[in-house]
């Protein structure tokens, strides 16, 4: 079955950096379009980035020139850099496999930023 496991998540100050992982199984990884989403209390689910299979990438406007996704085939490997960290950076952050038959999540992994 297909499974998510993301790491890398914790708390930091403002201005600091993070990397985030999520390694997959289950699923022919260098086809899939992979998604890193974050969820903050009291928000909706908000995509973060994305990567294609061919590498392609976008953004949300929120965290363009700060945050970098990128892939790992032979890994089966997803990453999102996040630098320059902002409080309101806060939230559960969620990979995603954005496959033919729907799309699957990992369990979520938490980011703190204080001020």
């Known amino acids: 079955q297909v499974q998510l496991v993301e790491s890398g998540g914790g708390l930091v100050q403002a201005g600091g950096s993070l990397r985030l992982s999520c390694a997959a199984s289950?699923?022919?990884?260098?086809?899939?379009?992979m998604g890193w989403y974050r969820q903050a209390p009291g928000k909706q689910r908000e995509l973060v980035a994305q990567v294609t299979r061919s590498g392609s990438t976008n953004y949300a406007d929120s965290v363009k020139d700060r945050f970098t996704i990128s892939r790992d085939n032979a890994k089966n490997t997803v990453y999102l850099q996040m630098n320059s960290l902002k409080p309101e950076d806060t939230a559960v952050y969620y990979c995603n496999a954005n496959l033919l038959s729907g799309g699957y999540w990992g369990q979520g992994t938490q980011v703190t930023v204080s001020s």
């Open positions: 289950g699923i022919i990884f260098r086809l899939v379009t």
